[in-house]
Nanobody, 125 residues
């Protein structure tokens, strides 16, 4: 079983930056893809970005390209989400998820096996 713990959320002004971290338990971290999703109040879960097991491939949702960057450090069992030029509409709970079958399916949330509890990001005007 993989446990995921996010951190790094908080309150930031529009135009600011945050870096989220997601630490994973277990010895197989480098064998699976990881994704970030977010959910704002009253809205459906939204795909943010995904990274392959090696870190060599990534892609992000169109609305976040150029602003958000996903990366990982397999030696530290951690995946990151660097968020720049934040907007009030980025306010949401951000969760990381493990795709242990390494399907690299991106936005297909039903293919992710383990989810963290999430970290709140609030962007003020």
């Amino acid at each position: 079983q993989v446990q995921l713990v996010e951190s790094g959320g908080g309150l930031v002004q529009a135009g600011g930056s945050l870096r989220l971290s997601c630490a994973a338990s277990g010895r197989t971290f480098s064998s699976y893809a990881l994704g970030w999703f977010r959910q704002a109040p009253g809205k459906e879960r939204e795909f943010v970005a995904v990274i392959s097991s090696s870190g060599g491939s990534t892609y992000s949702a169109d609305t976040m390209k150029g602003r958000f960057t996903i990366s990982r450090d397999n030696a530290k069992n951690t995946v990151y989400l660097q968020m720049n030029s934040l907007k009030p509409e980025d306010t949401a709970v951000y969760c990381c998820a493990a795709d242990r079958r390494n399907t690299y399916s991106g936005s297909h949330y039903w293919l992710y096996d383990n989810w963290g509890q999430g970290t709140q990001v609030t962007v003020s005007t």
